[in-house]
């Protein structure tokens, strides 16, 4: 048709048509077991989408999924609920140039942190987990404190980021761990994990060796889930 093209769903064009005949034969007759009756009066099997329903569901990702004939499916659903937090609230204001915010380069330093501060004969009040790879490290001194971050050469080891802390916001950070079954054993192996891993987030762990596993069933595989809500 020149530069215009013309789209038809051919499924939905036959339904119609059937429709239309069955109409010109009459009514349809249908039979039912004795004692059953049938609510409602006329029975249709006229889909009852429109045309704009069936070609936006299969052009644009909005909009419910359907199914191989034709079934709306159900997609997962999320009720977003937000409070309203008064600018007063300064939680760990005590802590406010006494403490610093580190991120661990890896895993094993974030377990390890306390020992490795003994190691370094470095004085701290308090060491607190706060998801991800991040700690809270507070000091008995403000002075304690800036020397410590002042002392790069001595926390670059162990972590790739750290900040005074001074109230600010931090990002949304958890360490997960995906259960992986059914994984086919000429699969095992640790770089195939890490890809799927890496679906999800950044990989933090790895199992190496499974010849001396008992179980290969299940594989366990952490990774690191950032998510920052400003």
């Not at 609230?89 to 991120?103: D, H, P, S, T, Y």
């Not at 002042?150 to 080891?157: A, C, D, L, V």
């Not at 069933?217 to 809500?229: A, D, E, T, Y």
Request: proline fraction near 4%; include cysteine; charged fraction near 25%.
């Amino acid at each position: 048709m020149g530069d215009f093209k013309l789209r038809i769903n051919v499924a939905r064009f036959a339904l119609e048509n059937s429709e239309i005949e069955a109409e010109k034969e009459g009514p349809m007759k249908m039979s039912r077991p004795p004692g059953q009756n049938f609510v409602g009066g006329n029975f249709s099997v006229r889909d009852v989408r429109s045309y704009k329903d069936v070609v936006g569901a299969s052009n644009s990702g909005s909009g419910s999924a359907v199914n191989s004939v034709g079934i709306p499916v159900a997609g997962p659903s999320y009720a977003e609920k937000f409070i309203i937090v008064p600018d007063r609230v300064e939680a760990f204001k005590g802590c406010q140039g006494l403490a610093v915010v580190g991120r661990a380069v890896d895993l094993e330093t974030l377990v390890d942190i306390d020992r490795l501060l003994s190691i370094a004969k470095i004085v701290v009040a308090n060491v607190q987990y706060l998801g991800g790879l991040s700690v809270l490290i507070s000091f008995h001194e403000k002075e304690s404190a800036k020397q410590f971050l002042s002392g790069k050469n001595i926390w670059e080891p162990w972590f790739s980021k750290l900040d005074l802390w001074k109230g600010q916001t931090l990002p949304f950070e958890r360490v997960a761990w995906l259960k992986l079954s059914g994984v086919s054993l000429h699969l095992f192996e640790a770089d195939v994990l890490s890809q799927v891993g890496e679906v999800f987030g950044k990989v933090l762990h790895v199992p190496k060796e499974f010849e001396e596993d008992q179980d290969l069933s299940v594989v366990r595989v952490g990774v690191l889930i950032v998510q920052s809500w400003y």
